[in-house]
């Protein structure tokens, strides 16, 4: 029992980590199409998941304005907070002309300067509620109003109060445009390009292409990694359990050789035990991974997205076997080299 759930925690480990990679993925993709922008323009050395340290000025809003087929332009500024959560600084009134703005499940717009909108997880996460009081960059803020999941951010300021905050007016760290036709996007971001070279401009439907776990190498190399732990720790339970198995079993083991079963017939025995392990192990990991889902989803809705990546049952599966059958392999090469006398007079 301790080896199946040993191998059911190292499935559910590689999982929940892929699920984790996935669904926060999918989350930023959702939200960057919730914007209702056709072309995105980020500063230079900015890249998929990271925004560059430079960020650019707001005078490029005119700019982009003049640029042939382009109707409208806006800027937010986002600014990191503590683990994976950020602040976006926001002009709602240009906000509401690029995507028709929030849809407010509770209170409304900002009022004062030290307001907050927050959207539905992550009031439900940090417990908030109209008028409550939150500390973010050493400071109160009011929220003053709670919105439907899915637009740009989870949390919101004022873009004007922020940049004044952080030390800098008048920029932004990535610019929205809207396009008089969506199928003028390419041509127009081409044109970009060629004006602007070195900054990070896709059309929204090519950057949200882009937020996969192939494209972002930093999520691709961590899934390795872990992996490889889980191989080695299914490798290592694996092995002391079917070495102890051997001790316990010496005397049966000598029965049986002295009854004439070959060296393979006693391997299998005991690789056909690892395999069975193993497939438990394999079923109560993914199992588990709807248990962890399902504290995420209650525990921390707006830090972490977790979800169910169907084709990763069956690799998980075949590494958590791969792992176990390696680990049986010590063990089943000691059992058969066990004198059959030694073996027999065993206690």
């Not at 503590?82 to 929030?102: E, R, Y």
């Not at 070195?198 to 439907?205: D, L, N, S």
């Amino acid at each position: 029992m301790l080896s199946v759930l040993a191998i059911g925690i190292e499935v559910t480990m590689i999982l929940t980590l892929v699920g984790i990679s996935y669904g926060t993925l999918d989350e930023a993709a959702r939200h960057a199409r919730g914007v209702g922008a056709d072309i995105l323009v980020r500063p230079p050395g900015a890249s998929v998941i990271s925004l560059s340290t430079s960020p650019m000025s707001q005078e490029f809003l005119p700019f982009f304005m003049k640029q042939p087929h382009v109707t409208f332009a806006t800027g937010t500024m986002i600014q990191p907070l503590s683990g994976l959560d950020t602040l976006t600084g926001v002009d709602l009134a240009d906000f509401d002309k690029l995507s028709g703005g929030f849809r407010f499940l509770k209170g409304g717009p900002f009022e004062h300067d030290d307001d907050l909108i927050v959207d539905e997880y992550y009031a439900r996460e940090k417990k908030l509620t109209v008028g409550s009081t939150i500390e973010l960059m050493n400071r109160p803020w009011r929220v003053s109003g709670i919105f439907e999941s899915g637009k740009l951010a989870r949390v919101c300021a004022q873009l004007t109060v922020l940049q004044t905050l952080t030390g800098s007016p008048r920029k932004l760290s990535q610019i929205y445009l809207k396009v008089d036709d969506p199928n003028r996007a390419q041509p127009v971001v081409e044109g970009l390009r060629a004006k602007l070279p070195g900054y990070f401009i896709h059309t929204m439907e090519e950057f949200t292409s882009y937020l996969t776990i192939n494209s972002v190498a930093l999520l691709r190399n961590f899934i390795g990694v872990v992996i490889g732990i889980a191989i080695v720790v299914g490798f290592i339970v694996v092995s002391m359990a079917m070495y102890t198995a051997v001790l316990e079993r010496t005397r049966e083991i000598g029965i049986l050789k002295a009854l004439g079963a070959s060296s393979s017939y006693i391997l299998d025995l005991l690789f056909r035990e690892t395999l069975v392990i193993a497939v438990i192990g394999t079923g109560l990991g993914i199992a588990m991974t709807y248990g962890t889902q399902w504290l995420m989803m209650h525990a921390v809705p707006a830090s972490l997205t977790q979800e169910t990546v169907y084709k990763w049952w069956p690799i998980a599966g075949a590494i958590s076997i791969t792992g176990a059958l390696l680990g049986a392999i010590f063990p089943g090469w000691k059992a058969v080299k066990q004198d059959v006398i030694q073996a027999l007079s065993y206690e």
